[in-house]
């Protein structure tokens, strides 16, 4: 369980507490948190799930996989602390992490 | 204007399989795609990423299931309107009059809408300034090459188009390519094509660099660049191109009337029908208790919906139920033996 932060572009904040294993893209979907569209459902195909990671939490997570940076280029301004949701698995270690939401994911 | 017992928007997995099971209970159906292939998200999203998840097929991609599907439904010579988008719905005595962008119209006492999470459009550039040369000199597509011939060209992306693109027009035209990161996803030989392009100074590469605006009276004469260290540069600029892949978005469905929830659209699990008459909706698009994404529950539904039509399309016949190893009828629409 980890309780992550989840910003929205306007600033407005939500705190939901994730169960381990779930994906920070469904921890914001199950919770109705607005700014994630995750329009594929987590199969890592169309960069609707972009966040960007509070830059001090950034390295501290597990590294992307082939693949998910060839979906970023594709997404909403994205930049060097850019991530897909989806691909971010939630464990124990992620408990305070903060994402905030671009602008908009299309 | 063509009449027909049901129109599916779709041409993904779960449109196809119903269409199969429209053509076994002996219905006639149109099939209009947004895109210029069969297949939805399987062809377009991951035509080479295996599935395992298919009942009795233990691994297939999604091309080989698109072709499979095709296979499937040869036997009832469906049309196929490919390259085209249904924009209206309206009903008119009994009847749904539906029209396409192309001018296309169908009469049809049934809709089955097999969306996926909509039509497929171009990812276009953040830049709000952009907007004004949209369709002009800020294009995301190309139908005319020669328009380019001794232009400035800044092409934007890393996947295949854009690296195609850069390649091809910087024989007639100035190209500049410029993409957010230093790898690119297209082909190895593109790559490597494009380096050796740049070391010749035939293309000028900008890499790690994003677009901020663009600039023109009247017509486009710049496009500022900058880096994420927040550096920028302007470069002359005839065109802009853009090559950021396909997002998927709704479209026209909204205005259709239809009770949304969401992105989704909620259906009744006996036939999948929505809150119109005769308008079902199947396979991603859909919702409803328990709702799954998979293919396989696309199938079930589109199975399903095509009982739902016949009520409809013959509403003065009783829908029989029969397996097709044991039905003479069956057997003769798919014109086996």
New interface residues.
């Given amino acids: 369980m980890a309780k992550i932060k989840y910003i929205e572009y306007s600033g407005k904040e939500h705190v939901a507490e994730v169960q381990n294993g779930l994906t920070v893209m469904e921890g914001a979907v199950q919770n109705d948190i607005p700014g994630i ?1 995750a ?3 987590g ?1 890592m ?4 799930c972009h966040v960007y990671v509070k830059e001090d939490w950034y390295d501290k997570l597990p590294k992307k996989e082939m693949g998910e ?2 979906m970023l ?2 997404a ?5 602390t850019s991530r897909l949701s989806c691909q971010i698995s939630v464990s124990d270690e992620l408990d305070g992490l903060e994402v905030h939401m671009p ?1 908009k994911q ?1 | 204007m063509i009449k027909t017992d049901v129109v599916i928007i779709g041409a993904g997995p779960t449109g196809l399989f119903c269409a199969h099971q429209l053509g076994i209970i002996g219905l006639k159906c149109e099939i209009v795609d947004n895109l210029d292939k069969i297949g939805g ?1 399987c062809i377009e ?2 035509p080479d990423k295996p599935i395992y998840d298919i009942p009795a097929v233990p691994e297939c991609t999604g091309e080989e299931l698109t072709n499979n599907l095709i296979e499937q439904i040869k036997p009832f010579k469906f049309n196929f309107h490919l390259n085209d988008r249904v924009q209206e719905v309206t009903s008119e005595n009994e009847n749904w009059i539906v029209k396409t962008t192309n001018g296309k119209e169908f009469h049809t006492p049934n809709v089955v809408i097999a969306g996926g ?2 039509s497929f459009e171009p ?1 276009k550039f ?1 830049t709000k300034s952009a907007e004004k040369f949209d369709g002009t000199s800020v294009l995301y597509s190309i139908k005319d090459k020669t328009i380019f011939k001794d232009k400035s060209v800044a092409i934007f ?3 295949d188009s854009a690296l195609d693109w850069a390649i091809e027009l910087s024989n007639t035209s100035k190209v500049s390519l410029i ?3 230093d ?1 690119f ?1 297209g082909a190895p030989a593109s790559v490597q094509k494009i380096k050796e392009l740049s070391e010749k100074n035939i293309i000028n590469l900008f890499t790690k660099y ?1 677009i901020k605006d663009v600039k023109g009276n009247g017509s486009l004469e710049e496009v500022e660049i900058k880096s ?1 260290e927040g550096e920028s540069k302007i470069l002359k600029a005839d065109y802009v191109l853009g090559f ?2 396909l ?3 709704l479209g026209p469905i909204v205005e259709w009337g239809l009770n949304l929830d969401k ?1 989704v659209i909620p259906v009744n699990t006996e036939n999948f029908e929505t809150n119109k008459k005769g308008i079902f909706a199947i396979g ?1 698009i859909c919702t409803y208790p328990g709702k799954l ?1 998979l293919i396989l529950s696309g199938f079930h539904e589109g199975a399903l919906a095509a009982r739902g039509c016949f009520k409809y399309a013959r509403p003065n016949e009783k829908y029989r139920f029969e397996f097709t190893t044991a039905s003479n009828t069956i057997k003769d629409r798919l014109g086996v033996k």
Avoid: W
């Fill in positions: 569209d329009d594929c459902g199969s195909s169309c960069a609707t940076d060839d280029d594709q909403y301004e994205p930049n060097s602008e299309v | 998200q999203l991951y999470v909509g990812r953040p992306g890393g996947g993409h957010r990161r790898e996803r994003s994420e950021f892949g997002i998927m978005r992105k991603d994404k």
